[in-house]
């Protein structure tokens, strides 16, 4: 089964798109809000290459995804 995403309702915030308006809101305050899950997981989704989301094959988004954070964390170490 293909994952999908259904919404009824999006707001932008910023140059972002939120497909839960619920759970989007104004960034927070302190270091620690910053690395809650529920704002540091939409960052992280955000930012990531448009080509990533976009693959519908499952296990080759794993594979993408893998390798984009591997490479990521290879460049800031090196």
């Known amino acids: 089964m293909d ?3 259904t ?3 999006t707001i932008t915030h910023g140059d972002t798109i939120c ?3 619920a ?3 104004p960034p927070p305050n ?3 809000g910053e690395r809650a899950f529920s704002y540091a997981g939409p960052v992280v ?7 990533i989301p976009a693959e519908p094959d499952i296990t080759r988004f794993k594979n993408i995804l893998k390798t984009y954070f591997f490479r990521l964390a ?5």
């Open 45 to 51: 989704w955000n930012n990531l290459s448009e080509y």
């Open 19 to 21: 497909p839960r308006p």
């Open 3 to 5: 994952p999908t995403v």
């Open 74 to 78: 290879f460049d800031l170490l090196g």
């Open 7 to 9: 919404t009824t309702t």
């Open 30 to 32: 302190t270091k620690l």
């Open 23 to 25: 759970r989007c809101g």
